[in-house]
């Protein structure tokens, strides 16, 4: 995400059946050129490093000035000769490309380059293979997207300008590449979400088949208010998927506005999958000696994984756009604010042989990073802040009232949870969304740090962007405020 908006790709496969043969070649040509002119300046960044790179805050950015100095021969307007040799004359090996391909082409390899620095890994050793796409933009006018309804072949077209048919010393405008597009009303709806900034033309050569990534930019309206400031926590789960808790100014929890989001369906759908699995493999161990009935098991389980995978995938998008939803509705009213508990190291603690082999095996199953990737995605869609979605460690939360922040209680079973202290008898999960809501307000208002990580993103976002939570203090105020201290009571 950048400051100004969310980019997001529309994938869209061009219909390689219906174009002629010199199209095809053409587009081969043009990715494999784009292609080699990259990976030549890449070399030529590795080749001059020390020359090009900038160190700036512990990291290495090439100075594109520089790396034109190196590549591109210049002319003034009076012809007189300003650059006439340089040591990489890329116009000279690539004759037929205009400036602005070498530009784009140069973009891509900056981008490759500070991607392979911030990763500390080598430049790829086998060039050959693979073919690196070109990112063409859309405001130097590089490509068209259209429409024509009443075209036979295809409803979508995108056209191409590209100086690949520039005669040598005889500059002439040539035609530009048209490719229909087999646009689904899906890949319609998604373009039409955005504003069109890139595309990039990629070649998929084993299924022989081309494909168009359209870059698109969501700029949200700014999200500004004078409602009230509300906090919203929100408990991941398990078996209930999640529970969420809104914290108000009134300093009482209002009954209607407690959600427990559960989806049985999906358990079923799941486990049903998963059954179908284990049987496939015991089967397949048994059979580890017929060669012919083993591959045909295997190939069967392969399949039954990959449908597992969507399934997993379908039930996380209609749950989150369930939670989206909801959060929109609340955002109407409250200027709001989502908290969700990460279960940091949750995962390292459930190892094999602490003694709960059930419970390991569902951690080690929970997706809950996706599920919280995913609602940030959805949410920045819709216009939220970064830092108005946040997921802070949720360790401990569940294990002290929220009422009265003793840790004197008591849970005799999983969703029940009571307090010894002061009696109060709640949902455990709702305990746990609670106490997530009051943890970021405690970090706010009783700060020990001067900002707030998100432990998803890994980004810190300073207080001030906070700012309107004082009128939350009230739940802070415990009565018996001296229980706050851990084992002042008996953990449960
Ligand atoms: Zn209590």
């Given at each position: ?7 997001t790709?529309v ?20 990715t494999?050129?784009?292609?080699r ?9 590795y080749?001059n ?5 900038i ?8 100075s ?32 037929r490309c ?10 891509n ?13 080598a430049?790829?050793?086998d ?6 796409p070109r ?9 068209i ?6 075209n036979?072949i ?35 709806h998604?373009?039409?979400q ?18 168009v ?5 969501h ?6 208010s ?27 929890i ?5 959600r427990f ?6 358990k ?8 179908k699995?284990?049987?496939?493999q015991?089967?397949?161990?048994k ?8 591959d ?9 994984r ?19 939803k ?8 409250y ?19 602490n003694?709960y082999?059930h ?5 080690h ?24 979605i ?12 929220s ?8 849970r ?12 109060y ?12 809501a ?26 001030i962007s906070?700012?309107?939570?004082p ?14 201290t851990p ?6």
């Amino acid at each position: 995400m950048t400051r100004s908006g969310v980019r997001t790709t529309v994938k869209v496969r061009v219909k390689a059946e219906v174009i002629t043969t010199r199209k095809r070649k053409r587009l081969e040509q043009i990715t494999g050129r784009d292609t080699r002119i990259i990976k030549q300046y890449l070399k030529v960044i590795y080749h001059n490093e020390e020359q090009i790179a900038i160190t700036k805050k512990g990291k290495k950015k090439v100075s594109k000035a520089k790396l034109d100095h190196l590549t591109l021969t210049t002319c003034k307007m009076n012809k007189l000769p300003n650059r006439p040799t340089v040591r990489h004359d890329f116009k000279k090996s690539f004759p037929r490309c205009s400036q602005n391909e070498f530009q784009e082409c140069r973009e891509n390899a900056v981008a490759i380059y500070h991607s392979q620095q911030a990763n500390n890994s080598a430049p790829a050793k086998d060039p050959t293979l693979k073919k690196i796409p070109r990112t063409q933009l859309s405001h130097a006018k590089r490509f068209i997207l259209t429409c024509s309804p009443s075209n036979s072949i295809a409803r979508w077209w995108v056209g191409i300008r590209d100086s690949f048919d520039t005669k040598k010393n005889n500059t002439h405008k040539h035609e530009k590449l048209w490719l229909p597009l087999a646009c689904s009303p899906y890949h319609e709806h998604n373009l039409n979400q955005g504003k069109l900034q890139a595309l990039e033309v990629l070649c998929y050569p084993k299924k022989k088949e081309w494909w168009v990534h359209f870059i698109l930019l969501h700029v949200p309206d700014k999200y500004s208010s004078s409602r009230p400031p509300a906090v919203l926590g929100i408990d991941l789960g398990i078996n209930k998927r999640a529970v969420s808790a809104l914290l108000t100014p009134k300093g009482a929890i209002n009954r209607h506005e407690i959600r427990f989001w559960s989806d049985k369906t999906r358990k079923k759908l799941l486990k049903e999958t998963e059954r179908k699995i284990a049987k496939l493999q015991k089967i397949s161990a048994k059979h580890s000696l017929n060669v012919n009935k083993r591959d045909s098991l295997l190939h069967q389980l392969k399949s039954l994984r990959k449908r597992q995978r969507t399934e997993h995938q379908l039930t996380d998008h209609t749950y989150v756009n369930k939670l989206v939803k909801y959060i929109l509705s609340v955002g109407k009213r409250y200027d709001l604010y989502v908290v969700v508990g990460f279960p940091l190291h949750i995962r390292k603690s459930h190892y094999r042989g602490n003694l709960y082999p059930h419970s390991r095996k569902n951690v080690h199953k929970w997706n809950y990073r996706r599920v919280v990737e995913l609602l940030k995605f959805k949410l920045s869609l819709q216009g939220w802040e970064e830092h108005r979605i946040l997921a802070i460690g949720e360790s401990g939360t569940s294990s002290y009232c929220s009422r009265c922040g003793s840790y004197h209680t008591i849970r005799p079973n999983q969703p029940t949870f009571i307090c010894h202290t002061c009696g109060y008898n709640l949902n455990a999960d709702l305990n746990g969304a609670k106490n997530i809501a009051k943890r970021l307000i405690k970090y706010v208002l009783q700060p020990k740090y001067n900002s707030i990580k998100d432990q998803v993103s890994g980004k810190f976002f300073p207080l001030i962007s906070f700012r309107v939570f004082p009128v939350l203090s009230q739940w802070l105020q415990t009565k018996q405020s001296h229980l706050l201290t851990p084992g002042a009571g008996v953990r449960a």
